[in-house]
């Protein structure tokens, strides 16, 4: 079973980019047919799923948010980042990195929220 934990700034400004981090224990990212997503969920609102990446290093992005959203990773350090591009308050949000793709996800990390306001 994988051990995921979020790491990055609880503040952003407006306009800025914002990173995150998913620390992988236990589980190889780069398993393979594995897939990594990022996942968040703004006050008051359902999940929202954001995209992922594969074992092989291939993205997909959800259509919302695929023209801010990049997400890389560092194979040595077995671990994946999300970066949101132009930020706005509209995406202060609960982040949640987990093992999986599109709505199939069978590990989670806790969580780590985001503000995002001057």
């Known amino acids: 079973q994988a051990q995921l934990q979020e790491s990055g700034p609880g503040l952003v400004k407006p306009s800025q980019t914002l990173s995150l981090t998913c620390i992988v224990s236990?589980?190889?990212?780069?398993?393979?047919?594995?897939?990594w997503s990022w996942v968040r969920q703004p006050p008051g609102k359902g999940l929202e799923w954001m995209g992922f990446i594969t074992s092989d290093g291939t993205t997909y992005y959800g259509p919302s948010l695929k023209s801010r959203t990049s997400i890389s990773r560092d194979t040595s350090n077995n671990q994946f980042s999300l970066h949101l591009t132009s930020v706005t308050p509209e995406d202060t949000a609960v982040y949640y990195c987990a093992r999986g793709g599109f709505q199939t996800w069978s590990a989670w990390g806790q969580g780590t929220r985001v503000t995002v306001s001057s």
């Open positions: 236990d589980v190889s990212i780069t398993t393979t047919y594995s897939a």
